[in-house]
């Protein structure tokens, strides 16, 4: 017992209570915005837990805050913000990091470094790029449907990444990860504005029907190193998603005499081989079903479903090649190709003097397989049933 | 001593040593020359029995041969003859009659006792919604009717021993002789012949003479009211301690999975039992921890919590004064305060206690920005599960741990909270009842403990008594009989 009261006395008297904050002693960051201002960073920060009222009662009462700071260096820029801020600025629920694409283009290496070093930031949050705009504007766009614009962001990049296929949510690990790696390059995705900056970052973008300004994703931006050379088109990006085996639904629209087919793909999978030369091979299967169809055609047929199994695996060719032919242009190595070479035979890997040219000289191919099991909920289009009513 | 041959000195000599109290009442009867005397103390004896019983045998007989065989002529069940004035007393105050007749060296006990106790009532402690409803009583023998009336069984012994020097008061421990291990129950009755005490009020008083380690705050021994719970436990091989003018039995030992079970377990589906013994597992370690973690997520490492949560908590907490420690301690202090207040208060000032409790504390406390709802939320969600134990003592030892906790996560925040799990689980399992490891049939690992206790199967699978509790761990001895015959 008398050790029992010693030991409890020491931890008292010793500890000091070595990590103690009051949770409303900090301002929450959960977004951080990086831009660049005449050589230097200009850091903004989305502080969330700003109480609109006293009425605290409420809790659904968020407002938000931007802060920004400016400095030679990310750590300066953040001190800087202290500065401006009357409580602990307090990174470790960040969701969000969004880049401009200046910084992008200039390299990102040297602004994430600091997230990096910081022992209380957690490390799962989504990085993008901002498009044609401040990565600050992006940052403080008000949306309708969420309490707070960082969490507009990370939700939308979570949920289209499994809906829409051209967009692929990346989170700081992946990046450090694609960073840090030889022979795996970086893609991420971009968000821009659209509609009118100036209002859609005031609290009455929040309150009118339309919104007068609004957050969209684009298609993924593609870096070689640090540095961002390209954005990709729609179809690119949805090609990188396939090979890399990021996606399993997307949506394809096909031709057909006089109308449009669109289908649906479940479970698709992609795997990738390589040979010693580096030679790769792309197996990609997987299922779709129809979601429309605007044109004359029998589905009733084995050999017109076979025809259009053989449509969607020539589309998703397309969309591969469409993405490989970019790589290529950049030399930029966004599939991890190189990394699976190094991997699978390090001694010729470790020979490769020009890796560019070795990687502008490797051969793709591509193999498809998709199996249309589900004719949607009717199997005849809308126009051949009415047809028939009429015999 | 022995009797006095005068019966005037006999009862002179009671009076004396009560010092002449005015509840002693005496009456000489002279019967034909021979002088007959009785003496009574009337708050704990029933005139209506004495005229009955006595004056009717007594007076009017053939006095010769009422005095060769006096102890045949008196109609009641209970009666004996002392030679000592020593006991004397205690047959007085146990309600007895005592007659004395003159130049006859032996005195007789008459049982004239007036009934003090109420009836047998309903539980109100422990009440349950399915299964018997009666409770123990103050009446000694009441209890061990109720007992005896579940269990017919010969080998249901009652061993009594009378405990205290002053009060006088008998200790019935109660066992089943082929299934209880006989060690223990002379363990026990060693155990409560050597306690040298003034007085035994309650079941309470023995209960600390019984306890090996003094240093633990987790219960030894479950005390009930209900018959149907000490009978149930006397047939797992468990000891029953019944004690005069108390309605609370011990039952022992009781072990850590004891506390998660209810009266009512054994009447319910075993699927449904099982799951609220769980659910009361579940309710253990929320009410425990939970305001400690609160203390330790808020303070010290709030990167656990998920985001949304974590800005609608800093929300809440903005603008309350006081460190979050402080507010819960506080709050959990004050739902004591609250509580000790409800049972002792009336039940006509119930109505205004919860007019001050709920409103005035709850919402016009947050209100005035003193505390933060989440605080309120987090005390009210410990307090509900604390009230899901019916064993006081497990709620006290349960309350004891709370505040420790919180005082750890205190200073150590989730470092602090799992030390401190971590001393709190060593602490449990050294605890040993009546060479039983407090935290069996968990560890050590008892399969047919943990079916009978920890869930509960169905009782046509339940084969056998734990070994820990019973030598004797068959419980359904005709089994593959009874099987056939279906």
Known sequence: MKRLILLISLIIICSGCFNYNELNNYAIATGMAIDINNNDYEVSVLISNSPKSSNQANGKNYTTVVYSGKGKTIYEAIKQIGLISPKELYIGHLSVLIISEDVAKAGINSSIEFLLQEPRSKKNFYVAISKDSKAKDVLSVTSPLTDFPSQNLATNLKTTTSLQGSVNATDFNTTLYKLVNIGIDLSLNGFSIVGDTKNGVKN??????????????????????????????????????????????????????????????????????????????????????????????????????????????????????????????????????????YQDYPDKYSKIKDYDKFYNNIKFKTKVDIKLNTLGSIKQTLERIENEEDY | ???????????????????????????????????????????????????????????????????????????????????????????????????????????ITVETRMSLDRGVSE???????????????????????????????????????????????????????????????????DNIKKIDIDGVLDSGYIREFLRDQSSTVFPGMIST?????????????????????????????????????????????????????????????????????????????????????????????????????????????????????????????????????????????????????????????????????????????????????????????????????FIFITKLSSIVTFDIPYLTPISPVSITGIKNYLLRIKRNKLYNRPKYLSDNTRKMVNHEEINLTN
């Open chain 1, 204 to 341: 009455s973008n929040i309150e009118t029907n339309v919104p007068k300004a609004y957050i969209k994703l684009s298609p993924l931006a593609i870096f070689k190193d640090d540095k961002l050379v390209s954005w990709t088109t729609k179809n690119e990006s949805r090609g990188i998603n396939i090979i890399n085996d990021k996606i399993k639904e997307i949506y394809l629209r096909l031709d057909c005499d006089g109308g449009d087919i669109v289908v649906d793909t479940e479970d698709l999978e992609t795997k990738k081989t390589i040979d010693k030369n580096g030679n790769i091979t792309l197996k990609t299967s997987g299922k779709a079903s129809i979601s429309e169809i605007s044109c004359d055609i029998d589905l009733t047929k084995q050999s017109n479903i076979n025809k259009l199994e053989k449509k969607i695996e020539n589309k998703i060719i397309e969309l591969e090649n469409s993405a490989i032919k970019l790589s290529k242009k950049y030399s930029t190595d966004i599939f991890g190709i190189g990394l699976m070479y």
């Open chain 2, 225 to 421: 009211e209900r018959p149907d719970l000490a009978c149930s436990s006397l047939l797992d091989g468990k000891i029953v301690i019944i004690v005069e003018n108390t309605p609370y039995v011990l039952i022992l030992p009781g072990l850590f999975v004891d506390y998660f079970h209810s009266p009512e377990d054994n009447y319910e589906k075993p699927m449904n039992a099982t799951f609220l013994r769980l659910l009361r597992m579940l309710c253990f370690f929320i009410t425990i921890s939970v305001p400690a973690l609160y203390v330790a997520l808020m303070t010290f490492n709030p990167e656990i919590i998920p985001d949304e949560l974590l800005i609608s908590l800093a929300l809440q907490r903005d603008g309350v004064p006081f460190p979050t420690a402080i507010e819960v301690l506080v709050f959990v202090i004050v739902f004591e305060i609250l509580r000790q207040a409800d049972v002792h208060s009336p039940t006509v000032s119930g109505s205004a206690m919860n007019i001050v409790g709920a409103l005035i504390l709850g919402d016009a406390a947050v209100n005035a920005g003193i505390v933060s709802p989440i605080a309120i939320i987090i005390v009210a969600i410990t307090s509900i599960c604390e009230l899901v134990f019916y064993d006081v003592d497990m709620i006290n030892a349960v309350r004891f741990w709370r505040i420790i906790f919180i005082f750890a996560s205190l200073f150590l925040g989730i470092i602090g909270f799992v030390s401190c799990m």
């Open chain 2, 1 to 107: 001593m022995n009797l006095y041959k005068s019966v005037d000195k006999n009862i002179l000599y009671i009076k004396n040593i009560n010092h002449e109290s005015s509840d002693i009442v005496s009456r000489l009867i002279n019967n034909n020359g021979i002088k007959i005397g009785y003496v009574y103390l009337e708050s704990v004896t029933s005139d209506d029995k004495v005229s009955e019983f006595l004056n009717k045998s007594i007076i009017g007989k053939n006095i010769d041969e009422f005095i060769n065989s006096i102890e045949n002529n008196i109609y009641n069940s209970h009666i004996s003859t002392l030679d000592t004035l020593d006991n004397l007393f205690y047959y007085l105050a146990s309600g007895f009659t005592i007659i004395f007749i003159d130049n006859n060296d032996k005195c």
């Open chain 2, 123 to 189: 539980a109100t402690s422990e009440p349950i919604v399915r299964g018997p409803k009666d409770s123990f009583t103050e009446n000694h023998a009441i209890n061990l009717g109720l007992i005896r009336k579940r269990i017919k069984d010969s080998n249901l012994i009652f061993d009594e021993v009378i405990v205290g020097k002053r009060t006088k008061t008998k200790v019935s421990i109660a066992y089943i002789k082929d299934v209880t291990k006989l060690k223990s129950v002379i363990k026990v009755i």
